[in-house]
């Protein structure tokens, strides 16, 4: 059972990660040859206070 773990930036509309997803799994079945329904996707929102780039905030650099 392949599980995808994606982290992104906080921020998206329901409806982004919605298709994220979506794309993912499509695309781990066409890869693998794995039914769709044996693929687990996982999306983790960070905050932006939470990721640094350099060492400086996603928040401080206005990202």
Request: no cysteine.
């Amino acid at each position: 059972m392949p599980l995808v773990n994606i982290q992104i930036l906080e921020g998206r509309s329901p409806e982004m990660i919605n298709d994220l997803m979506k794309n993912v799994t499509d695309t781990v079945s066409e890869s693998l040859e794995t039914p769709k329904k044996n693929i687990r996707v996982i999306v983790t929102e960070v905050p932006k206070t939470h990721w640094a780039i350099g060492g400086t905030s996603a928040k401080d650099l206005g990202r």
